[in-house]
């Protein structure tokens, strides 16, 4: 296939402003609904990535058996320090900096999307492309935060478009920038290596021998990398990655951890996440058995047939739906040209589809009452220790939102004997309550007193002094 003419300067400006654009969204969504997508994005990156700049840290379950990397979290921790060094100390102001730095991958990603498919479709096309995921609300949830599933999609839509680069000129340089993007995002997110298998199909079916060489090269170099900082960190080469494969697909502990969807459940939260509005388009586009098809139909039949789902796992397929879609869209739009109505309706049409796709996930457990309670506990002065109710250590806000030094107790599968003893402990100076883990006599009994309430989060602080009067 021929290269579509190379864009100018005006396509290109426009297609940064749409970069820039979508990452100021992306900041804004994250800062707006606040709280946590998932908790991994706390538990696998903020909490490591909080023990590298600060010494402190919640180690969940995977960390204990080492089925995680030090990349990402130790890329976060230095970004963490370099702020913390310039006298910022507010876990707001740190999570904020934090979905910055996010969001701006993501731009670099968006970009990579335009540049993919505008040398396969034309200037235009790209356009539309990377505005439609930029602006896409399924994609905004994810696009600001520290979650695997989201960061993994930047170097993985680099690697797509030096795939198409490197299937045109079949040079190794162009395959060595393939395979370096692609173990990036591996890097990230193991599971993305499913990718590879498209590619090397993709450039397979090209023949082109040279390309393929060089992506090889190139992800045997981050490979190499990996072998190194599990070496430094775990002490054995490979052994996040060994450990994270055991786990998911010889032992069957993935299944039994976590549980098996059908795709009875699963396909409609599909339908949800993806723009349905131009599934007319995205139908058009998949007759093209190119790469962008291919991949999008080998990582779902991927995802499918995994028995552990989720859906974040889903977000890869945004923007290769927008890839798909991108060239039939961009026809209709031109007829709809000089038709200010229809293209008035097409936006708004797409806008409903958008922000109805940012609510999916609201209802389960975004866990802002919590998130917020827990900072404002650890702003208060005379901060010693909190008891957290009502919630297991997978809901609550971790230690990167308490950035405060002293105990955590959370009392989820705690004895009331136990928890009565916590409550007579002069240590703790403050408990967040979820509902009525502790009733508000026994709290009252022990010297707390009301102090705010963030949704179903009530925070309590204990009373200087003990005998005086509510």
């Given at each position: 296939m021929q290269a579509a003419a190379h864009p100018d300067s005006g396509a290109r400006r426009a297609a940064l402003a749409i970069a820039f654009g979508g990452a100021l969204l992306a900041v804004a969504v994250a800062a707006a609904l606040g709280g946590r997508v998932h908790p991994d994005e706390i538990f696998q990156f903020l909490e490591p990535a909080h023990f590298v700049a600060f010494g402190q840290r919640v180690v969940a379950w995977e960390w204990h058996q080492g089925l995680r990397n030090w990349a990402f979290p130790g890329l976060l921790g230095g970004w963490l320090r370099l702020w913390a060094a310039l006298g910022v100390t507010n876990p707001r102001t740190l999570a904020l900096l934090v979905f910055s730095l996010c969001a701006g991958f993501q731009a670099l990603?968006?970009?990579?999307?335009?540049?993919?498919?505008?040398?396969?479709?034309?200037?235009?096309?790209?356009?539309?492309?990377?505005?439609t995921f930029a602006a896409w609300g399924g994609w905004l949830v994810y696009a600001g935060r520290p979650l695997s599933d989201a960061v993994t999609i930047a170097p993985l839509l680099a690697a797509l478009w030096r795939t198409g680069r490197a299937r045109q000129s079949g040079k190794l340089r162009d395959g060595?920038?393939?395979?370096?993007?692609?173990?990036?995002?591996?890097l990230v997110r193991y599971p993305s290596a499913v990718f590879a298998v498209p590619i090397g199909i993709s450039l397979l079916l090209g023949?082109?021998?040279r390309a393929l060489a060089g992506t090889a090269v190139g992800g045997a170099l981050v490979l190499a990398f990996l072998g190194a900082l599990d070496f430094a960190t775990w002490g054995a080469p490979f052994h996040s990655l060994v450990r994270f494969v055991d786990f998911n697909l010889f032992s069957g502990a993935a299944a039994t951890h976590f549980g098996s969807a059908p795709l009875s459940k699963f396909l409609p939260i599909l339908a949800s996440m993806l723009p349905?509005?131009?599934?007319?388009?995205?139908?058009?586009?998949?007759?093209?058995?190119e790469l962008a098809a291919g991949t999008f139909a080998f990582y779902l039949a991927f995802v499918l047939v995994t028995p552990h789902k989720e859906a974040r796992f889903l977000v890869p397929l945004m923007p290769l739906f927008a890839a798909i879609a991108a060239r039939p869209l961009t026809s209709d739009l031109a007829r709809l040209r000089g038709r200010r109505w229809a293209l008035a309706l097409a936006v708004a049409?797409?806008?409903t589809n958008s922000a109805a796709a940012a609510t999916v996930l609201r209802p389960f457990g975004m866990h802002r009452g919590i998130v917020d309670a827990t900072i404002a506990c650890g702003r208060e002065p005379d901060f010693s220790g909190a008891i957290i109710a009502g919630t297991?250590?997978?809901?609550?806000?971790?230690?990167f939102y308490l950035h405060r030094r002293g105990p955590a107790l959370v009392t989820a599968g705690l004895s009331a004997a136990a928890i009565a003893r916590a409550l007579t402990d002069p240590?703790?100076?403050?408990?967040?309550?979820?509902?009525?883990?502790?009733?508000?006599?026994?709290?009252?009994?022990?010297?707390?007193?009301?102090?705010?309430?963030?949704?179903?989060?009530k925070w309590w602080h204990r009373r200087s002094d003990?005998?005086?009067?509510l």
């Open positions: 990603g968006t970009l990579s999307l335009y540049a993919w498919v505008s040398e396969r479709d034309g200037a235009k096309a790209g356009l539309v492309a990377a505005a060595s920038w393939v395979g370096l993007l692609l173990g990036l995002a591996f023949r082109r021998w349905v509005v131009l599934l007319w388009h995205f139908g058009r586009g998949l007759r093209r058995l049409l797409f806008a297991p250590w997978w809901g609550t806000a971790g230690r240590v703790y100076s403050d408990a967040l309550v979820t509902g009525t883990a502790i009733s508000a006599r026994q709290l009252a009994a022990a010297g707390f007193v009301p102090i705010h309430r963030f949704g179903r989060v003990p005998g005086a009067a």
